[in-house]
């Protein structure tokens, strides 16, 4: 499903114009985005938690010159689901 896609859908089930319904849908996603760069975790009861993790540094390979690459310690988004969400995909995802 693409961001077109879920507009769509959710015009159709709530009446409300597509116009604003991309305004809304837009604003979530760059409210949350902007929570999280300013280190602040999103929490939607319910559904899953926006949080903000510290990746360890670690070493890696660059396979085209066959030579280990030190990846710096770093913070990067992750999406935690609710264990209700996680089971509903484990139980109907085939």
Known sequence: MTKADLISL???Q???DKVIVRKIVESFTENIKKSLTNNENVY???FGSFIV???AEKTARDIRKNKKV???EHYAPKFKPVKSFIDAV???VK
């Open 10 to 12: 959710i015009s159709d």
């Open 14 to 16: 709530t009446g409300a």
């Open 44 to 46: 939607l009861r319910g």
């Open 53 to 55: 993790v510290k990746k």
């Open 70 to 72: 030190t990846i710096p």
């Open 90 to 92: 484990k139980d109907n």
